[in-house]
């Protein structure tokens, strides 16, 4: 794996796969009493987030705060751009204070890969424009691997406004790449001007491909977005593509129904269909967390980039719970490819 993730292009299949191994131990780590292990500790993460989000934030921060890294997070709002300081001083100022990683999301295209141009800290996309958002990818893998076992083999449709989604762009290319069969549905108004790099099939018709869905991926429709009236109506686009609890019961029955969030419940996925078993989107944001310790440690952990091993006297209780173990208790599977640093031991 590169210094950097800023596109799942960045990944091949054995490194996608391996972040999903390292990501099983990650999930075991969140299980526990206290969910902290000490590989990261003594580095510091940066959150810069030019653009409102809620579920990509806050588990970035908790899955640093859970390897016992340092954070910061930046707020635009209240910050030095409010005053005219570019993204290039902004992230010289924050270099300056000494960190490891920065986490970015722009509204903006290229930002994270100029930015990686500009620090020698490890930048993650953490969503740019409509160009990707590679840790919504692999956290979408990981949940249907995680029911299914492999992607390979399997028909996902990807329903909804792929014009305006980044998200759908990065699942597209982590899915085709781990050996499933991507149908995007959509009118034609909500499709890029190409589909040419993508190996993808493309249908008008969401009724057409239900029936042989192993997965059925929901976007939300991106009114901020859009600049021109791209859909007749709401109304309308739930009439055509809109899961109903008609269409839902159409599905197989261990069919997996996502969305990336916020839904727009009504819209794109009906408030019932939200609700039942077969929709895992509350898991996603749970696995989220999870994906995001395993991309951070395998960008920061020891073993990666030479850092000294973590010594088991490193490791102390702490005052607002039950002591913890020592590092080299911590009981984290140590199989290969899981990084036995992620119990505090030597690497």
């Not at 921060?61 to 751009?81: C, E, N, P, Q």
């Not at 290039?88 to 930002?111: K, L, N, W």
């Not at 009236?229 to 261990?254: H, K, N, V, W």
Request: glycine fraction near 6%; aromatic fraction near 4%.
């Amino acid at each position: 794996m590169s210094r950097n993730l800023l596109s799942i292009a960045d990944l091949t299949r054995d490194e996608i796969e391996e972040l999903l191994d390292v990501t099983d131990s990650m999930v075991e780590v969140s299980g526990r009493n206290i969910p902290k292990v000490p590989a990261l500790r003594g580095r510091t993460v940066v959150s810069l987030f030019y653009e409102d989000s809620t579920r990509t934030r806050l588990s970035f921060d908790a899955a640093a705060k859970r390897l016992s890294a340092d954070t910061m997070s930046f707020a635009v709002s209240s910050s030095s751009v409010n005053k005219g300081e570019s993204v290039r001083d902004t992230i010289e100022t924050i270099e300056a204070m000494g960190i490891d990683a920065v986490v970015v999301r722009h509204r903006s295209s290229g930002v994270p890969a100029q930015i990686a141009g500009w620090t020698d800290a490890a930048v993650v996309n953490a969503g740019d424009g409509w160009h990707q958002h590679p840790t919504q990818a692999l956290l979408d893998a990981y949940t249907i691997r995680s029911h299914r076992g492999s992607l390979e083999g399997l028909h996902i449709g990807i329903v909804g406004d792929v014009r305006h989604s980044r998200v759908a762009r990065s699942d597209i290319e982590a899915f085709t790449t781990l050996g499933a069969h991507v149908t995007v549905v959509a009118p034609p108004t909500l499709l890029p001007p190409s589909l040419a790099p993508w190996q993808v099939d493309v249908s008008h018709d969401l009724d057409a491909v239900l029936d042989s869905l192993d997965v059925c991926y929901l976007l939300r429709i991106q009114q901020e977005r859009m600049t021109e009236a791209l859909i007749p109506s709401l109304r309308e686009y739930t009439a055509r593509y809109g899961l109903t609890s008609e269409r839902a019961d159409r599905l197989a029955p261990d069919a997996l129904i996502m969305h990336p969030g916020p839904m727009n419940r009504g819209v794109e996925i009906a408030g019932e269909v939200a609700d039942r078993p077969a929709a895992v989107i509350t898991e996603q944001v749970a696995n989220g967390v999870a994906v995001r310790m395993a991309v951070l440690f395998m960008l920061l952990g020891p073993g990666r980039h030479a850092l000294p091993p973590l010594a088991a006297s490193d490791e102390r209780g702490r005052d607002d719970g039950p002591p913890e173990r020592a590092p080299q208790d911590l009981d984290v599977p140590t199989a290969d490819p899981v990084d036995p640093a992620l119990s505090g031991t030597e690497a």
